[in-house]
């Protein structure tokens, strides 16, 4: 079973830039789409971005297009989150997944059911 360890997460001010990696161990990584999902206090956990496993298929979710890159760099099994322009509405527990494909839609990209395994998290605080 893959396992995922966020880090990059911290403390940044509005207008801010934040690089998150996912380090995922295991065979499957090149194999398979990833996603980056993230949960603020009292909130449902929500969709972020993610890629699918040869990188042809990227998809965002509105809030966070044009400001937010994902990557993956399969040689060193590790997914990126690029955050630019940060706002104060962005802080929250960001979690990178594994999903159960290598492609999918983008309505089955967004759901955290297509996920079979998820990191711990790391938070991501943006003061205003």
């Given at each position: 079973?893959?396992?995922?360890?966020?880090?990059?997460?911290?403390?940044?001010?509005?207008?801010?830039?934040?690089?998150?990696?996912?380090?995922?161990?295991?065979?499957?990584?090149?194999?398979?789409?990833?996603?980056?999902?993230?949960?603020a206090p009292g909130k449902e956990?929500?969709?972020?971005?993610?890629i699918t496993w040869n990188g042809?298929?990227?998809?965002?979710?509105?809030?966070?297009?044009?400001?937010?890159?994902?990557?993956?760099?399969?040689?060193?099994?590790?997914?990126?989150?690029?955050?630019?322009?940060?706002?104060?509405?962005?802080?929250?527990?960001?979690?990178?997944?594994?999903?159960?494909?290598?492609?999918?839609?983008?309505?089955?990209?967004?759901?955290?059911?297509?996920y079979d395994s998820w990191g711990?998290?790391?938070?991501?605080?943006?003061?205003?």
């Amino acid at each position: 079973q893959v396992q995922l360890v966020e880090s990059g997460g911290g403390l940044v001010q509005a207008g801010g830039s934040l690089r998150l990696s996912c380090a995922a161990s295991g065979r499957t990584f090149s194999s398979n789409a990833m996603g980056w999902f993230r949960q603020a206090p009292g909130k449902e956990r929500e969709f972020v971005a993610s890629i699918t496993w040869n990188g042809r298929n990227i998809y965002y979710a509105d809030t966070v297009k044009g400001r937010f890159t994902i990557s993956k760099d399969n040689a060193k099994n590790t997914l990126y989150l690029q955050m630019n322009s940060l706002k104060p509405e962005d802080t929250a527990v960001y979690y990178c997944a594994k999903a159960a494909y290598s492609d999918y839609t983008l309505s089955l990209a967004k759901s955290v059911k297509a996920y079979d395994s998820w990191g711990q998290g790391t938070q991501v605080t943006v003061s205003s």
